[in-house]
């Protein structure tokens, strides 16, 4: 290191040593892209911040991303952005069955297969049945 000069930080010293191995056309157009870059953001950010003021002096409405700086994706949707939905009423989870909700009245149960025996059905005989079973 030689004396009167400061150290450099460690990110120009590893950019120095990339820009190194390029030829000088090259780190030239580098350095110039760096510079125009720069110049742009600050071109961009001092428009938007005029557009802003000349909007508020004027009374005009200001969009959320030029009031902050950056928008979200979500404001620029338009039409195509998610409409608030109304809130159902107080309910419960079954509120919310839908098709698979349970049926308020039942039908009168079909007649299974023994109860069309008729005649054929067989016959209860006394002593027989669940009360006989139980006092046994």
């Known amino acids: 290191m030689s004396a009167g000069l400061t150290q450099a930080s460690v990110k120009t010293q590893i950019f120095d040593a990339v820009l190194g191995f390029l030829p000088d056309w090259v780190q030239i157009t580098v350095l110039a892209l760096i510079?125009?870059?720069v110049v742009v953001?600050?071109?961009?950010?001092?428009?938007?911040?005029?557009?802003?003021?000349?909007?508020?002096?004027?009374?005009?409405?200001v969009h959320a991303a030029a009031r902050y700086g950056q928008g979200r994706g979500a404001d620029h949707l338009g039409q195509y952005a998610p409409q608030p939905q109304?809130?159902?009423?107080?309910?419960?989870?079954?509120?919310h069955l839908g098709a698979y909700a349970p049926q308020q009245a039942q039908p009168a149960p079909q007649p299974s297969g023994a109860d069309l025996l008729g005649a054929y059905a067989p016959q209860r005989r006394p002593g027989e049945g669940p009360s006989a079973n139980a006092s046994a």
């Open 35 to 37: 510079v125009l870059a």
């Open 41 to 61: 953001s600050w071109a961009v950010k001092i428009k938007r911040k005029i557009a802003y003021r000349r909007a508020v002096r004027t009374g005009q409405p």
């Open 86 to 95: 109304p809130q159902p009423q107080q309910g419960s989870g079954a509120d």
